[in-house]
């Protein structure tokens, strides 16, 4: 019988490898506290590194942070690039919460200590899911499901299973995940398990399946790594109750880079599948009126909202009569988003009774 000091004697020279150190019974008891963490944390808030605590870097967190934040609402790697967002973030104070810092100290390459400022920002949900809404992004519904992570490493002395007592090892692929917006687990790594690297070494899913079915839910995010020249290959099949949802094979010569490739092959097979944008208009141009429009101030003051609003795309006046201005909108999602970006404290009011008419305060 395989002793535990034996069989994480095994992963020694893999550990050495990648860089990272052995210590597997640590190891798991570090995962589960990050989970538990991140966990707490939730989707609205997310961690930044900040040149300073001056207000300037702080707005800059605040963006940078909002836009961790849509990728984890969506589980869209490319959120930024959707049309709007980045607009939006250079609104994101008007989404916070609350924020703090937090001091990481390393140690560099020359052994001298490192530090690293953390911004902390956490988000208003309502307001998030009002912009996620507004802005016609894919909401990736809770709870999330936990794939079960079957990994097996050849560093050239044969392929080996990662289990719980190498949490280490799939660090990167599990810190990934976790900035994706959902969490990945390990198998205990069992003798019994590690038959299963035979399957993932032939590409057999369905193998792998099998040996899946005691962990919830039925879903496998299933790589193997390997040398490939002076860098490394991983291959990665994506199962979601028994079907394959997605294959992809990444090279990289940073093995850490390679291993944390598979959290985004699940991810974006899961957002493909589960998640959803909320009904709304489509886009176009649409004919809005405002009355109370008394002043230069209040054309002036009225032009600055419509210009900050990410929704609106193109604005062309389109006549004005007493106190009544008209504009032709070209809006992202239709008059529905156009509504839901107001907010309580626009300084316009939808007229009642009236279509696509609103009041200036």
């Not at 369905?206 to 039925?218: D, G």
């Not at 860098?231 to 990289?252: E, N």
């Amino acid at each position: 019988m395989t002793t535990f000091r034996a069989y994480a004697g095994l992963f020694f020279p893999l550990c050495l490898c990648l860089g990272l150190a052995s210590a597997p019974v640590q190891a798991q008891q570090d995962l589960r506290t990050e989970g538990d963490l991140a966990a707490a944390q939730g989707l609205y808030a997310a961690e930044v590194p900040v040149t300073s605590q001056t207000e300037q870097a702080r707005e800059a967190g605040y963006a940078r942070a909002l836009a961790r934040v849509l990728e984890k609402l969506s589980g869209d790697a490319a959120v930024v690039n959707r049309p709007g967002v980045v607009q939006e973030l250079r609104n994101a104070k008007a989404y916070v919460d609350s924020y703090d810092f937090r001091q990481d100290q390393g140690v560099g390459p020359t052994g001298a200590p490192t530090f690293r400022t953390m911004q902390v920002v956490r988000f208003v949900p309502e307001s998030v899911d009002t912009l996620a809404a507004a802005l016609g992004l894919p909401v990736w519904p809770q709870p999330r499901p936990k794939p079960v992570l079957w990994l097996a490493i050849d560093d050239g002395s044969g392929p080996r299973l990662l289990g719980t007592g190498q949490a280490n090892a799939a660090r990167s692929v599990l810190d990934r995940a976790q900035e994706r917006g959902y969490r990945l687990g390990l198998p205990a790594g069992g003798a019994a398990e590690q038959a299963a690297v035979g399957a993932i070494w032939r590409n057999d899913p369905a193998a792998v399946a099998r040996a899946s079915a005691r962990y919830s839910p039925p879903m496998q995010l299933i790589g193997k790594l390997y040398r490939n020249g002076a860098g490394w290959t991983a291959d990665w099949t994506f199962v979601d109750s028994g079907k394959v949802l997605a294959t992809r094979s990444i090279s990289d010569g940073d093995a850490r880079r390679a291993i944390a490739s598979g959290a985004d092959v699940a991810a974006d097979a899961l957002i493909r599948r589960y998640a959803k944008a909320l009904p709304s208009e489509p886009a176009g141009t649409y004919r809005v009126a405002f009355v109370g429009v008394r002043n230069a101030d209040d054309y002036l003051r009225l032009s600055a909202m419509l210009q900050k609003m990410a929704v609106v795309r193109r604005i062309a006046p389109a006549r004005a009569e007493g106190d009544r201005a008209e504009f032709d909108l070209d809006l992202l999602t239709g008059m529905s988003g156009f509504e839901r970006m107001l907010g309580p404290d626009a300084p316009v009011v939808a007229v009642e009774g009236a279509s696509a008419e609103y009041r200036i305060r």
